[in-house]
């Protein structure tokens, strides 16, 4: 048999995601479309089989009647990075912040006092709380990979003005407990194609130095920074189909490192990380063109938060680096805990 003549290049390859209606089902057409996500590079997926390699007893070698795999009751995590566009981003934080599909006119929260959130077998109304994922491969539809009952359970948020002039970025993770499923019955239909002149975001978009601030502290000149937003999972209840439930009941996590121009709004900074108060705030982090979020604008707003750490950072000029984490205004409170808005 001759060998094959045909190449691909990595770049013919495209990681599309789509809003789930239902859990189990796996989305192509009923208006939740695939979209492109703008990636650097395609990853492999960590397919996790559960594996037993142990040599019985009764020879020196693992033989092949001994070998034993099972794929229902793995976890599968996509991981991906590239360019932050408008509508890969609207789906990406409406999922992390288990937010309902369209509910947040641009602008996504996780409140102080979110509850546990599940998805699982017979839910028909997940209102994007599930996506599916295909790798489209550049060889054509029947060697798509395709993964159903996705969740983003990371999502790190980032830019730097030596870096594509500040251009915003993004990492996400997803993770599902479901089989995987060969996309061979149905066409992967892309929604419009992202453009790059109206759905980039740049950190260019803050002028206003009054709302360019990190615990209270105003006027800065922000030099990077990286956003990472934590909504662990975990599955429960094996099927044939793989885990029945998905739940979300660690801790939602949102913290920020920030490098900023050491000048009089920041030479206190060590005496402010080291004075703050138990139990309390040190004040908002906020990184937007004006006090209130709104749709269209790239911003981060932490409304309490607290220093985690503060560092030198020597280069052309002296900077600073700053760590926050937010916090909750009260477990009975509405109050966002963090806000991203795109």
């Not at 033989?63 to 009751?73: G, L, R, S, Y």
């Not at 994922?133 to 159903?148: E, H, M, Q, R, Y």
């Not at 992202?194 to 502290?217: C, I």
Request: aromatic share 8%; with cysteine.
């Amino acid at each position: 048999m001759a060998i094959s003549t045909s190449a691909y290049s990595p770049k013919e390859f495209q990681i599309l995601i789509a809003e789930q209606d239902a859990f189990g089902t796996i989305e192509a057409s009923g208006g939740n479309e695939y979209h492109a996500l703008d990636v650097d590079s395609i990853g492999s997926p960590s397919l996790n089989p559960v594996q037993a390699l142990d040599v019985r007893a009764g020879s020196r070698v693992l033989q092949a009647t001994d070998f034993f795999q099972e794929v229902k009751t793995s976890v599968k995590e996509i991981s991906v990075s590239g360019t932050a566009t408008t509508n890969a981003l609207d789906m990406l934080l409406e999922n992390i912040m288990g937010e309902a599909e369209g509910a947040a006119s641009g602008v996504y929260s996780f409140l102080s006092n979110k509850a546990v959130q599940q998805i699982g077998t017979g839910d028909s109304s997940l209102v994007g709380t599930a996506l599916s994922v295909v790798i489209k491969s550049g060889f054509g539809t029947n060697a798509d990979l395709s993964f159903k009952d996705c969740v983003v359970t990371s999502l790190t948020l980032n830019g730097d003005t030596g870096t594509e002039g500040g251009r915003i970025k993004f990492s996400a993770t997803f993770q599902t407990g479901s089989t995987v499923e060969d996309l061979t019955d149905a066409a992967t239909t892309v929604d419009t194609a992202f453009t790059a002149a109206s759905e980039n975001y740049l950190m260019s978009s803050w002028t206003d130095p009054d709302y360019r601030k990190v615990v209270g502290v105003d006027s800065l000149l922000v030099s990077s920074f990286s956003l990472s937003l934590d909504n662990p999972a975990t599955f429960h209840g094996a099927t044939t189909n793989g885990y029945e439930l998905c739940a979300r009941a660690g801790e939602f996590s949102a913290t920020m490192d920030v490098t900023v121009k050491y000048d009089d709004k920041t030479e206190d900074m060590f005496e402010v990380f080291n004075n703050q108060s138990t139990g309390a705030s040190k004040g908002v982090t906020l990184l937007n063109n004006d006090a209130t979020l709104s749709d269209t604008i790239f911003g981060i707003n932490m409304p309490a938060s607290v220093l985690t750490n503060v560092a030198f950072n020597e280069g052309d000029i002296m900077m600073l680096d700053l760590s926050v984490k937010a916090v909750g205004s009260g477990i009975g409170s509405s109050t966002a805990l963090v806000e991203v808005a795109c």
